[in-house]
């Protein structure tokens, strides 16, 4: 498997856990919007401690683009690239990912799992391609959600908000249901983009399922 040392070009606060780190770009190093690699700290005691993380960079871009949730309360390496500075190195690996572009639909996230739409949108937006597609976006609180003002300016009102821990004007409150998914939502019959927590994707899946999508139409992470 290919290794790829690339060093931090910068490292941005997006939210209170959320950095956008921008990386070097090896050449002819590509990926399509939504999918994803491995990434290890470029350290002697963590370079074998990968984990996945999804570019929101356009593919376009002399650089790669990353948006990683810290997690402070254990030692995992989320934490650690939090702590991260420019010029420190990541070690990129392979571009894997099942989440790609399938045509028109609704995007339906939980927190971090932005992160492949983010890709896809930028990318339909870059084509002129956007339109019709509608996102709902799930966070515990308004702090938590990540690129609010790019998605609100890119989607309007086909960009939905739902708050589960704190009520708000203009933001949808609870957790996304059944009721909810048949009141936004007026045609099944097209596709449909989950990503998130791992019970977040079953549940959805599994609502969208009996409110009639086409099992082959809901694209997310296997
Ligand atoms: C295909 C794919 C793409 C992804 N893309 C992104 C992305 O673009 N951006 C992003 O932010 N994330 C992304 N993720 C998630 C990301 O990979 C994980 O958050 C990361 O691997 C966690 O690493 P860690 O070492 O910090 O936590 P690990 O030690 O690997 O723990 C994994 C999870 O368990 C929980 N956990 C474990 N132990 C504890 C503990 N003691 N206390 C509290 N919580 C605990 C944490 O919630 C953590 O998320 C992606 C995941 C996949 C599968």
């Not at 949730?69 to 099942?98: C, F, M, P, R």
Request: hydrophobic letters at 40%.
């Amino acid at each position: 498997m290919d290794e790829f040392v690339v060093k931090i070009l910068s490292i941005e606060k997006l939210t209170h856990d959320v950095n956008k780190i921008r990386v070097e770009r090896p050449e002819g190093y590509d990926f399509i919007p939504g999918q994803a690699t491995e990434v290890s700290i470029n350290r002697a005691d963590l370079k074998d401690e990968r984990r996945p993380f999804t570019f929101t960079s356009l593919t376009e871009k002399p650089y790669l683009e990353f948006m990683i949730k810290s997690y402070d309360n254990h030692n995992g390496v989320t934490k650690i690239i939090g702590t991260l500075k420019q010029n420190d190195e990541l070690i990129l690996h392979d571009v894997w990912g099942a989440i790609s572009y399938k045509g028109q639909g609704i995007f339906i996230a939980g927190g971090a799992g932005i992160t492949p739409f983010i890709s896809i949108l930028r990318d339909l937006r870059h084509k002129n391609k956007l339109n019709g597609n509608q996102l709902i976006f799930s966070n515990k609180t308004k702090q938590d959600i990540i690129l609010n003002a790019e998605l609100s300016e890119m989607l309007g009102n086909n960009f939905i908000n739902v708050l589960t821990r704190e009520k708000a004007k203009d933001y949808f409150f609870g957790r996304i249901d059944a009721s909810f998914l048949k009141a936004q939502i007026k045609d099944f019959n097209q596709c449909f983009y989950v990503c998130g927590p791992d019970e977040f994707v079953k549940e959805i899946d599994s609502i969208l399922t009996t409110l009639g999508a086409k099992p082959d139409t809901i694209v997310f992470e296997k």
